[in-house]
């Protein structure tokens, strides 16, 4: 402390901050900083316990959400015929022109074939949207993978009118 009696009292409250200041820096460094990554390390390690002990729990709930998808999946099964014949009938009833139900696209990968169907309808917005969430939500017709909406001019009558080309997914298995 005579090191601080023979400075100016201004210099002494420098000299005491600055002493202060790196006697925090020494005490983070070999007492506080540990300590604080300790207690992170234990905060994680009681997070990961608590998952951990859920784990058996979780696991048999994935399975029933497993098991419920394969009896989805083995319940649809794919008709083209009766696709067509509620893709025509939604038409008829919701004003929508059926303009062409393309032939199938099938591609096999991994022992699985996977199926597209472009259906091209023309009428409103709302009810092409309609016949989409009819297909995929309602029947479980597939998968609607994309709609291609178009608005087009009728060179006869000066017209104009929607177009949407939906096409519908399945998963078959190939045999």
Known sequence: MLFFKNLPPKQQVIA???LLLLLYILAYQFAFKKTIQDYSTLTQQKEMLAIA?????RIQQYQIQLQQLDATISAMSYDRAQLFEAVNTFCE???LALDNFSSEHRKAIDKLDWITNPITVSGSYWEITQLCYYMEQEEHFGHIASV???LEKDLRTKKKKLT?????QNVASSQ
């Not at 002990?53 to 729990?57: F, G, I, N, R, Y």
């Not at 949407?164 to 519908?168: A, E, K, L, S």
């Open 148 to 150: 291609d909406y178009q």
């Open 53 to 57: 002990q859920d784990a058996p729990q």
């Open 164 to 168: 949407g080309t939906i096409y519908v």
């Open 16 to 18: 005491s901050i600055t």
């Open 93 to 95: 009833e919701h004003q």
